[in-house]
């Protein structure tokens, strides 16, 4: 494992890469508020040991990644798909198969919408197709009510923090397999201390920019796996057949009974997935 700071003008991107740089490139992008070691350490072990280069990285606002002022985010998310980039061309990297996890996942099909070139296949986990679609579901609202708390926290006690940052990723699991409350509190307890500024991944709950290629997804022409918990109740598994049906090729992998998550009891399914998925793709 290598860290390496990227800067972009004025940002700053945090990123850890496995593996041989000869391999074929897999680049891990985390969803909102959550930082790159979301992508466990032992997960990007697994894939770089089948001949994959993999790198992971912290999303501005997030880890040790640049933040700005809470509330006043200063970029848009067509800005985090460009950082993506940015991070490929530091390494050298012309061509990537992108992994994605929730809005990681439509970071993803941003780019694969706009530098078709760049990508060789996508895969988009517990994410949901990059449009405004009124009809699909929202997030649970349990969700929305546990993050109420959020406001009344006092951010300076950290114990408080970590059992309500724990207690949030508790609400996400699914019913499949039983939550793990100790690696959630080590998980929990890294973030704090990584995290320039805890506070700033609520940033990413005021994201704009990208509406001009809403309904476009369909013409995403590269590999692409979904992978998706039907208890997901953030994207609930709705959001991933539309996705499935709009990206006509596409491929659903479809994971009973987890939430929004990738459980440790499903890695050896989601990860042979995607190493299955990026070999073809290779040979395509």
């Known amino acids: 494992m290598s860290q390496r700071i990227i800067k972009k003008h004025n940002v700053e991107l945090c990123t850890e890469s496995f593996g041989n740089p000869q391999d074929p490139c ?30 992971r990285y912290d999303n501005r606002d997030v880890g040790c990644s640049t933040c ?25 990297i ?32 517990a994410s949901g197709i990059w449009d405004d679609l009124p009809e699909l579901p929202q997030i649970d609202q349990k969700v929305l009510e ?5 406001s009344l926290l006092d951010w300076n006690d950290q114990k408080a923090v970590i059992e309500y940052m724990v207690g949030g990723w508790h609400i996400l699991n699914g019913s499949a397999h039983p939550f793990d409350e100790k ?19 609520f940033n990413h709950s005021l994201l704009k920019g990208g509406e001009e290629l809403y309904g476009q997804a369909s013409s995403i022409k590269v590999p692409f796996l979904i992978i998706h918990g039907t208890e997901d109740p953030v994207l609930p598994f709705v959001h991933a057949k539309v996705m499935h049906k709009t990206i006509g090729h596409s491929v659903l992998l479809r994971l ?29």
């Open 26 to 55: 897999i680049l891990l992008i985390m969803g909102a508020t959550a930082s790159m070691i979301w992508w466990d350490e032992e997960f990007c072990q697994r894939l770089s040991n089948h001949h994959r280069f993999v790198i």
């Open 146 to 150: 546990y993050h109420q708390k959020a």
């Open 94 to 125: 012309t061509r990537a198969h992108l992994v994605g996890m929730s809005l990681g996942g439509m970071i993803a099909q941003i780019i694969a919408m706009k530098y078709s070139d760049r990508v060789i296949s996508v895969t988009a986990i």
């Open 68 to 92: 700005y002022e809470p509330g006043n985010p200063q970029y848009t998310v067509i800005d985090l798909a460009d950082d993506a980039l940015s991070i490929l061309d530091k390494y050298g």
């Open 256 to 284: 009973e009974g987890s939430g929004h998550e990738i459980h440790y009891d499903e890695w050896d399914r989601v990860i042979t997935a995607i190493l299955n998925h990026t070999e073809n793709s290779n040979q395509q």
């Open 183 to 201: 690696r959630a509190f080590r998980l929990a307890e890294t973030e704090i201390k990584r995290a320039k500024n805890l506070l700033c991944m």
